[in-house]
């Protein structure tokens, strides 16, 4: 392993940076641009959308079965596809190499961990989500799992909403 911690020994660092559409999220991104970030960075942009089941339902007005499920399905698609753009636009502003993925998945923490995996990422960046006592007490929180469970670093950037 090189000194800039890529196996293949070049300088690239491959970044997994997850993002979601909180203002916390933007800020981490401006913390990691101000502090970590360095010329030749790619930045692989992740949003993980977890199924809300409910909001995918059929509409009781709708006549057509499954066109209320399809409606929202497209709703949430071109939201995280927004979303993507947006971060790779930031991105450029930088002269960062970036692309921007979504996963659907019940599990946040495991779909960024797979992800950082096909990505061949050799850093994770996150914000940290700051979730009520309760859901962290129950539930724990994506940043700690994603921190406990990653065989890479991970950053994690408290911002000054949750400082």
Same mark, same amino acid.
Request: aromatic share 8%.
């Given at each position: 392993?090189?000194? @800039?911690?890529?196996?293949?020994?070049?300088?690239?660092? !491959?970044?997994?940076?997850? $993002?979601?559409?909180?203002?916390?999220?933007? *800020? @981490?991104? *401006?913390?990691?641009?101000?502090? %970590?970030?360095?010329?030749?960075?790619? %930045?692989?942009?992740?949003?993980?959308?977890?199924?809300?089941?409910?909001?995918?339902? @059929?509409?009781?007005?709708?006549?057509?079965?499954?066109?209320?499920?399809?409606?929202?399905?497209?709703?949430?698609?071109?939201?995280?596809?927004?979303?993507? $753009?947006?971060? $790779?636009?930031?991105? +450029?502003?930088? +002269?960062?190499?970036?692309?921007?993925?979504?996963?659907?998945?019940?599990?946040?923490?495991? @779909? $960024?961990?797979?992800?950082?995996?096909?990505?061949?990422?050799?850093?994770?960046?996150?914000?940290?989500?700051?979730?009520?006592?309760? +859901? !962290?007490?129950?539930?724990?929180?994506?940043?700690?799992?994603?921190?406990?469970?990653?065989?890479?670093?991970?950053?994690?950037?408290?911002?000054?909403?949750?400082?």
């Amino acid at each position: 392993m090189s000194i @800039a911690g890529t196996e293949d020994g070049s300088n690239k660092r !491959r970044i997994l940076f997850a $993002i979601d559409e909180s203002e916390s999220c933007k *800020q @981490a991104f *401006q913390w990691y641009t101000d502090y %970590i970030m360095l010329p030749g960075d790619e %930045i692989t942009f992740v949003h993980v959308m977890e199924p809300d089941i409910k909001s995918l339902g @059929a509409s009781s007005s709708s006549t057509e079965p499954g066109k209320g499920q399809k409606k929202a399905f497209d709703e949430i698609m071109n939201k995280s596809k927004f979303l993507g $753009i947006s971060y $790779i636009t930031m991105a +450029k502003t930088f +002269k960062l190499e970036s692309s921007a993925f979504l996963h659907v998945n019940t599990r946040p923490g495991r @779909a $960024i961990l797979a992800s950082a995996k096909n990505h061949n990422s050799n850093m994770i960046v996150m914000g940290s989500g700051g979730p009520g006592l309760v +859901k !962290r007490v129950f539930l724990g929180s994506v940043s700690d799992y994603v921190v406990h469970n990653s065989p890479i670093p991970v950053v994690i950037i408290h911002t000054e909403s949750h400082s």
